[in-house]
Nanobody
Framework: QVQLVESGGGSVQAGGSLRLSCAASGYAGGYAPNSYCMGWFRQAPGKGRERVAAIYVDGGGPYYADSVKDRFTISHDNAKRLLSLQMTSVKLEDTAVYYC????????????????????WGQGTQVTVSS
């Protein structure tokens, strides 16, 4: 089984920056160690969970939602098994609980994988953007 633990959430003023991290441990049986799609999702109050960005550990992507393109950067440190999301020029509408997710998959799968396609989730970390 894969365990994911997020950190780095908090409060930030609009226009500022914040970095989220997600530490992974464990493996899903039957899959190569780097054959994973890793993603960041977010859920604002009263809204559904939205895919923010994704990356394929064995080389693929990154893939971004239009709402965060050119502002957020997803990266993965394979040696540390650490997924990161660097958020810059944050906006009020970026306020949400952010979740990291993992799914053993192919690179092609990762380009379009949505919430229901991920089996493993972190507990979430709150990001609040104020004016």
């Amino acid at each position: 089984q894969v365990q994911l633990v997020e950190s780095g959430g908090g409060s930030v003023q609009a226009g500022g920056s914040l970095r989220l991290s997600c530490a992974a441990s464990g493996y899903a049986g039957g899959y190569a160690p780097n054959s994973y799609c890793m993603g960041w999702f977010r859920q604002a109050p009263g809204k559904g969970r939205e895919r923010v960005a994704a990356i394929y550990v064995d080389g693929g992507g990154p893939y971004y939602a239009d709402s965060v393109k050119d502002r957020f950067t997803i990266s993965h440190d394979n040696a540390k098994r650490l997924l990161s999301l660097q958020m810059t020029s944050v906006k009020l509408e970026d306020t949400a609980v952010y979740y990291c997710a993992a799914e053993p998959s192919s690179r092609r799968y990762c380009t379009r994988a949505e919430e229901g396609d991920f089996s493993y989730w972190g507990q979430g970390t709150q990001v609040t953007v104020s004016s």
